[in-house]
């Protein structure tokens, strides 16, 4: 039989250690707080979840789970198993869903991204530099018109994405149809005048039927991205998107992932986040930058990356794990980005990222076209191992970047 394997971190508040462990075993499979006459031998023989491994140094617990516990294809009814009410018992002071190991029969139960990291290269036409992308700021505030030009000007500076923010869907003063019908203008305007492609990831997230209506409108005026704030919008109606097939690139915020993931003795890890994202379906996916506003280890993102990037993944010493039909994703590093941290996130984070800036763009002294060249000229002097203030020198638009952040 085939296993779904979890490690979670816990504290006891009351009990013993082994206590506790059979506890989450028991509340996140068939058992319960006492002993049932329900529960029969047969039961208990083909679906009692298995202790692999108690850490004792790392606080930490593995425990494998019969896969006929789960249903396949439905990320919902895993997270109400292994993140569901044991995160409740009174019995753990702390809790933390770490990792889970899935088995191929499950994973592939799974569309896995459209596109992913070699399909939106296609559709930008590149072969090995980073993405560059920008947030229009303000994030609110803005008409559909202004929001539009605005967009137009960071294509203009080079950059080859733009997004909504995570609370930009449909607000009076700029309505989603209008924003989608002026911004993807712009885009066809940078491809006559350019003849470069470029991606515009309009917001979705609503109630279910009208994220439905809203992909429709985005493909039926030719976008090629949708945007979907994952966890406010939930796991259910993720993949109800990805399972429409809108043959339209899954651009995914992570907006509210600190509520599960900040604390990291209690809650569920960002690494589970991004695993479960990435078997659903998303082809771009926010991972943080190790160096910018958002808080997030470096360590951590990195093995993010390696998850979400490769077919083949080690990110700890228990766990080995094929994608088998499930392609990459596509890591999107954002947060307080702007010009001067560019090498860095190259370093860190290789090629294979979409380095996006707000305010970093929008913030620059000559505006949001000169803020989008300064970030290309970044990231050419990174591709070209150039020293920026060295490039700067020719570059007059790094030099205010550079002037302004340092």
């Keep these: 039989m085939d296993f779904i394997t979890a490690r979670y971190y816990f504290e006891t508040a009351s009990v013993s250690r082994e206590r506790a462990v059979q506890q989450i075993a028991a509340e996140s499979s068939i058992g319960t707080w006492t002993e049932i006459k329900t529960l029969t031998r047969k039961i208990q023989k083909k679906l009692s979840p298995k202790i692999m491994k108690i850490s004792k140094k790392n606080k930490t617990v593995d425990i494998a789970y019969p896969s006929d516990l789960f249903e396949f294809g439905s990320v919902p009814q895993l997270m109400s198993s292994l993140g569901g009410n044991v995160f409740g018992m009174k019995l753990l002071k702390n809790l933390r869903l770490v990792d889970i190991q899935f088995p191929k029969s ?167 986040i991004a695993k479960l994202s990435r078997l659903i379906g998303v082809d771009q996916l926010h991972i943080g930058t190790a160096v910018g506003k958002m808080e997030g280890d470096k360590k951590e993102i990195v093995l993010i990356k390696n998850m979400i990037e490769y077919q083949h993944v080690k990110p700890s010493s228990y766990l080995e794990q094929q994608w088998f039909n499930i392609k990459p994703v596509f890591a999107v590093s954002s947060g307080g980005v702007y010009p001067s941290l560019v090498p860095q996130i190259v370093k860190i984070l290789g090629n294979d990222i979409v380095i996006q800036a707000g305010g970093g763009v929008h913030g620059h002294p000559a505006g949001t076209r000169a803020g989008a060249k300064a970030m290309k000229q970044a990231l050419i002097a990174s591709m070209k191992k150039i020293n920026l203030k060295k490039y700067a020198k020719a570059h007059k638009e790094l030099k205010q970047a550079l002037d302004k952040w340092g």
């Excluded at 994973?107 to 070699?118: E, Q, T």
């Excluded at 530099?129 to 967009?151: D, F, Q, S, Y």
């Excluded at 030719?222 to 406010?232: A, P, T, W």
Aim: some cysteine; aromatic content about 8%.
């Design 106 to 272: 499950y994973i592939k139960s799974f569309k896995g991204p459209a596109f992913g990291i070699g399909g939106v290269r296609r559709l930008i036409k590149t072969k090995v530099r980073p993405h560059l992308g920008t947030i229009v700021k303000p994030k609110v505030g803005l008409n559909a018109k202004e929001w539009a030009t605005v967009a137009y000007n960071a294509w203009k500076g080079g950059l080859d994405f733009v997004k909504d923010d995570e609370n930009l869907t449909s607000m009076k003063f700029c309505k989603f149809e209008d924003r989608v019908i002026n911004t993807l203008d712009m885009a066809d305007k940078i491809k006559e005048e350019e003849g470069r492609n470029v991606l515009y990831a309009a917001n979705i997230t609503a109630p279910m039927k009208t994220m439905i209506e809203r992909a429709d409108f985005v493909k039926e005026h030719g976008g090629k991205c949708i945007m979907v704030d994952i966890l406010s919008a939930g796991w259910s109606a993720l993949q109800e998107i990805r399972n429409q097939n809108y043959k339209m690139v899954i651009h995914a915020h992570r907006a509210g992932h600190a509520t599960f993931t900040r604390n990291k003795k209690h809650g569920i890890s960002m690494y589970v």
